[in-house]
Each structure stands twice: as structure tokens, then as C-alpha cells.
């Protein structure tokens, strides 16, 4: 059964660099037929994907935040990253690392339980 | 980007109900999609993938249809534990959507 847990500060100030990391059990980051996503929530709202990361260390960032997004893995240890910067209280948000199928569908089976990260001074 | 229209934002319904939930693309997407399931504080939870695949685990008053751009979940019988937010993503082309979700509520 795969496990993802994330970890990180819930508390960034405005201006400064948001960094989580998501640790997989269960499974390998270097599977090739899975890619590792970042999924936020806002407040109240719906859901918005951030970017993947594939094994070989390949990246994809939704163009939204593609300015700002740095996501990365490390395979000896299991675990991927993600790193935003100039954060505003617009990414006040539950984040969340999910992992999706890279073959075809493009669906995320497997989720974090999300940790809830506010930007404020 | 692909943009994904849910309809209704709302729905109240009772025990036993049959329930349909749309989503609506802005461009087909083939059979590129899928539904979450999300109870508060909790992460979403996959229910169908390729508009209409029941994921393992997942109770089959559950289902899913369409294809192109118009897409149906629906619920046989709602349960109890059925009343939730149900959210729809295209898996057809990176950015990854989803659509602003429904929320199910106990009539």
C-alpha cells in the first residue's frame, strides 16, 4: 500500500520561499509508470494542480505558477519536493503530494492527507 | 488550458436518492476523465478514471459515463456516508483541471 506524507512549515511569511517535501512508502519514486504531483486546495475552494515530477527528474508546472515553482526528487531517499517562491496570501492553501499514472488516464490514486500551510506575517 | 464546468455547485438530496453530477470540458477530451470524492478534512479519494472505470474499492452504486465533452457521475442510491464533495479532472493534457466541485448535502 503506498503512502504519501508530507512535511513542511505552516507558517511562511509573505515574500518568502514555501518549501514542502512529500516521503513515499509502499512504492518507488522510480517506478516509470508513475509521475509525482503537487495539488493545492485554498480555503474553501476547489483544487489546483501545481506540477509533476518524473523519475528521470523531468518536470512539468502549471503555467500559473510556472515562474515561481521549483519541483525536485531524490531518489536515494525516496521523497520529492516543492519549493515556491515570493509567496502572497493567495497561496494560503492544504497541500497536498498525490501520485498520478503517467501511462494514460492521468488520474491521482494515491494522496497525502495534506498539510495546511498560511502565508502571513 | 482545458477549462471543467460542474454542475450543480449544490445539491441537497435525501437517503436512497439516485443522484447525477455533470461536468462539462472546453474542448473533448476524449474519455480522459476522472471523479473524486472529498469529505471535510480529508484528502480527495478517486472513484472513477476514464470517465468511466470504477477505481478498486470503490462501491459500484458508483458510476460514471460520456465521453468527448459531457460527463455524468452518478450515485444508485446515496448512502450515508455519500454526502461529500465530488470533484471531475481531465487527465487529457497537461495543466491538469478540475472542476469547482459539487457539494452533496442531506436533504
Known amino acids: 500500500q503506498v503512502q504519501l506524507q508530507e512535511s513542511g512549515p505552516g507558517l511562511v511569511k509573505p515574500s518568502q520561499t514555501l518549501s514542502l517535501t512529500c516521503t513515499i512508502s509502499?512504492?518507488?519514486?522510480?517506478?516509470?509508470?508513475?509521475?509525482w504531483s503537487w495539488i493545492r486546495q485554498p480555503p474553501g475552494k476547489g483544487l489546483e494542480w501545481i506540477g509533476y515530477i518524473y523519475f528521470s527528474g523531468s518536470t512539468y508546472y502549471s503555467p500559473s505558477l510556472e515562474s515561481r515553482i521549483t519541483i525536485s526528487a531524490d531518489t536515494s531517499k525516496n521523497l520529492f519536493s516543492l519549493n515556491l517562491s515570493s509567496v502572497t496570501a493567495a497561496d494560503t492553501a492544504v497541500y497536498y503530494c498525490a501520485r498520478v499514472s503517467s501511462s494514460s488516464w492521468a488520474f491521482f490514486d494515491y494522496w497525502s492527507q495534506g498539510t495546511r500551510v498560511t502565508v502571513s506575517s | 488550458d482545458i477549462q471543467m464546468t460542474q454542475s450543480p455547485s449544490s445539491l441537497s438530496a435525501s437517503v436512497g436518492d439516485r443522484v447525477t453530477i455533470t461536468c462539462r470540458a472546453s474542448?473533448?477530451?476524449?474519455?480522459?476523465l476522472n471523479w473524486y470524492q472529498q469529505k471535510p478534512g480529508k484528502a480527495p479519494n478517486l472513484l472513477i478514471y476514464a470517465a468511466s472505470s470504477l477505481q478498486s474499492g470503490v462501491p459500484s452504486r458508483f458510476s460514471g459515463s460520456g465521453s468527448g465533452t459531457d460527463f455524468t457521475l452518478t450515485i444508485s442510491s446515496l448512502q450515508p456516508e455519500d454526502f461529500a464533495s465530488y470533484y471531475c479532472q481531465q487527465g487529457y493534457r497537461t495543466p491538469y483541471t478540475f472542476g469547482r466541485g459539487t457539494n452533496l448535502e442531506i436533504k
Open positions: 474542448q473533448s477530451i476524449s474519455s480522459y
Open positions: 509502499g512504492g518507488s519514486i522510480t517506478s516509470g509508470v508513475y509521475h
